[in-house]
T-cell receptor, first 110, second 112 residues
Framework: GQSLEQPSEVTAVEGAIVQINCTYQTSGFYGLSWYQQHDGGAPTFLSYNGLDGLEETGRFSSFLSRSDSYGYLLLQELQMKDSASYFCAVRVPPGGKLIFGQGTELSVKP | GAGVSQSPSNKVTEKGKDVELRCDPISGHTALYWYRQSLGQGLEFLIYFQGNSAPDKSGLPSDRFSAERTGGSVSTLTIQRTQQEDSAVYLC??????????FGEGSRLTVL
């Protein structure tokens, strides 16, 4: 089967740094993605890691270790608008369907 | 259109009725996904269409659920004999060449 594990909730203060971890057990793996979803909204793409290492996009970075079946999303200089749910997702064979984790609800406090 | 369009945005139906949910993907996107999201939960994979290949239906929860994609574009998700546990937001997404998924705003289904 396929499973992704991520914390259900994380709380941090404005200006801080937060890391959201994701571990996965899948039969095959093409890459790890991260999506953000605000309450009542559509999920939006944040980042993708197909190879080991760190990808940086502005205040957000994402890391992947394929040997550890582990990745994380790092959010720096947190802002109130970053309060949302964050989902890791894995593309798996055959065909490349995308399987999502249960999501991490991030609350940013003033 | 500019984004993925889903209709209806809200649907209230009675238990036992059939419903159809429609998705218009971004033009040119060859891959299309359907997911289901219950309140406060993750995205549950339902079905995946990729070009002319046979769809991956491995996530459909029962034979009451079916989906088709006509002409490689518009997709319809059909739920027959709806049950209360079918109540959820049904999300459609199409995939760009970069691999990024673009989601619609979803169809919220309530089964009374």
């Amino acid at each position: 089967g396929q499973s992704l594990e991520q914390p259900s909730e994380v709380t941090a203060v404005e200006g801080a740094i937060v890391q959201i971890n994701c571990t996965y057990q899948t039969s095959g793996f093409y890459g790890l993605s991260w999506y953000q979803q605000h309450d009542g909204g559509a999920p939006t793409f944040l980042s993708y890691n197909g190879l080991d290492g760190l990808e940086e996009t502005g205040r957000f970075s994402s890391f992947l270790s394929r040997s550890d079946s582990y990745g994380y999303l790092l959010l720096q200089e947190l802002q109130m608008k970053d309060s949302a749910s964050y989902f890791c997702a894995v593309r798996v064979p055959p065909g490349g369907k995308l399987i999502f984790g249960q999501g991490t609800e991030l609350s940013v406090k003033p | 259109g500019a984004g993925v369009s889903q209709s209806p945005s809200n649907k209230v139906t009675e238990k036992g009725k059939d419903v159809e949910l429609r998705c218009d993907p971004i033009s040119g996107h060859t891959a299309l996904y359907w997911y289901r999201q219950s309140l406060g939960q993750g995205l549950e994979f339902l079905i995946y269409f990729q070009g002319n290949s046979a769809p991956d239906k491995s996530g459909l929860p029962s034979d009451r659920f079916s989906a088709e994609r006509t002409g490689g574009s518009v997709s319809t998700l059909t739920i027959q004999r709806t049950q209360q546990e079918d109540s959820a937001v049904y999300l459609c997404a199409s995939r760009a060449e970069t691999g990024e998924l673009f989601f619609g705003e979803g169809s919220r289904l309530t089964v009374l």
